[in-house]
Nanobody, 124 residues
Framework: QVQLVESGGGLVQAGDSLRLSCAAS????????MGWFRQAPGKERAYVAA????????NYADSVKGRFTISRDNAKNTVYLQMNSLKPEDTAVYYC?????????????????WGQGTQVTVSS
């Protein structure tokens, strides 16, 4: 019902920046809370950031606060994750997700729709 496609991942050096994009195929994109999660090999899926449907409210995991910025362009059905000052520990597959809840949520179970992920690798 809702398709999400991430792009923008790649291999970068520590201290570099990347901007991830998530394109949504949904009639009511502007009604969804959107989130970013990441998963490294052998580790559980971890919350990164979330943004409310209107874009008014944002929330970040402590590990990325001050370095990452989540934003959205509802006219383009796209959510972004600007990642600055990247660290090797940021290496993971990054997933965008959509929730039909009306509030920002840091819990993965709150998100109903998920993209396929995009790989981000940060070298030392």
């Amino acid at each position: 019902q809702v398709q999400l496609v991430e792009s923008g991942g790649g291999l970068v050096q520590a201290g570099d920046s990347l901007r991830l994009s998530c394109a949504a195929s949904a009639r009511s994109f502007s009604s969804y809370t959107m989130g970013w999660f990441r998963q490294a090999p052998g580790k559980e899926r971890a919350y990164v950031a979330a943004i409310s449907a209107s874009g008014r409210y944002t929330n970040y995991a402590d590990s990325v606060k001050g370095r990452f910025t989540i934003s959205r362009d509802n006219a383009k059905n796209t959510v972004y994750l600007q990642m600055n000052s990247l660290k090797p520990e940021d290496t993971a597959v990054y997933y965008c997700a959509a929730s039909d809840s009306s509030w920002v949520d840091a819990t993965a179970s709150a998100y109903r729709y998920w993209g396929q992920g995009t790989q981000v690798t940060v070298s030392s």
